[in-house]
């Protein structure tokens, strides 16, 4: 099977916008849209009104958007890992609300690094028809996954010149074997000119190794094994 190249775009906000914009830039040089992981609120607030501008025209010119929980702070990084469904439909019930106050009518999936089985119940209630998580991603109509793990970034100035050639390295393996090809790529990265670098180098291999640039969207068309 043919290579299918995701990259996914989290930790958006005023602060990061600049170096968003940038990213996205390069990407649409080399004809690779974006799956844009949003989050409603962080550390409490809303959106700045120019995040949720920037997110919006990317989706008209083609990114997915994926709700990335409701409120990011550092006690809430994990808010869907363990919740129940009842919690999970009220905290996706409240992220809805503020997303249409937002202007957006509807997004492509979910997006979190690990959902509860009440989570995963709660989406499918909510109408949502994919979730990704970070080593696999679920087709919520159906009940199929498909395993595989997002390839990132590790954090930490002392470990950064590995984690950046171990980026480099792991995405051209998984371009070569073929299927899906995950590459999550955190807003605060791109920063740093070494993990910027990093970025765009494992995006240039993947799609040298012939795999098709993709977003969110188009993964649930053919997604792996049952869930068990």
């Known amino acids: 099977m043919s290579a299918r190249l995701v990259v996914s775009l989290s930790g958006i906000g005023i602060r990061t916008l600049h170096r968003c914009v940038e990213l996205a830039g390069e990407l649409d040089l080399r004809g690779v849209s974006l799956s844009l992981l949003f989050t409603p609120r962080v ?3 809303e959106q700045h009104p120019v995040v949720v501008d920037w997110v919006r025209q990317r989706r008209a010119r083609g990114d997915a958007l994926l709700l990335h ?3 990011h702070t550092a006690r809430r990084k994990a808010e869907f890992g363990t919740l129940p469904a009842h919690e999970a439909g009220l905290r996706l019930t409240a992220a809805n609300r503020w997303l249409e106050r937002m202007g957006f009518e509807g997004v492509d999936g979910f997006a979190h690094p690990t959902a509860s089985p ?6 499918r209630d909510k109408g949502f028809v994919l979730c990704a998580e970070s080593t696999r991603v679920h087709d919520l109509r159906n009940g199929l996954v498909h395993k ?9 100035e ?6 950046c050639f171990a980026l480099v390295l792991s995405v051209a393996r998984a371009a070569r074997r073929g299927g899906l090809v995950r590459l ?6 791109l ?8 970025i765009l180098d494992a995006i240039d291999i993947a799609t040298h190794h012939g795999a098709e640039p993709i977003t969110y ?3 649930t068309q053919r997604l792996g094994a049952p869930i068990g």
Do not use: I, K, N
């Open 43 to 45: 550390a409490g607030s």
């Open 69 to 71: 929980g409701f409120d």
């Open 118 to 123: 009440g989570t995963l119940t709660a989406l």
């Open 148 to 156: 595989g793990r997002s390839h990132g970034l590790s954090h930490g």
């Open 158 to 163: 002392r470990v950064e010149t590995w984690s």
């Open 184 to 189: 999550s790529v955190d807003a605060a990265d």
């Open 191 to 198: 920063s740093r000119p070494g993990p910027r670098r990093a």
């Open 217 to 219: 969207r188009g993964v």
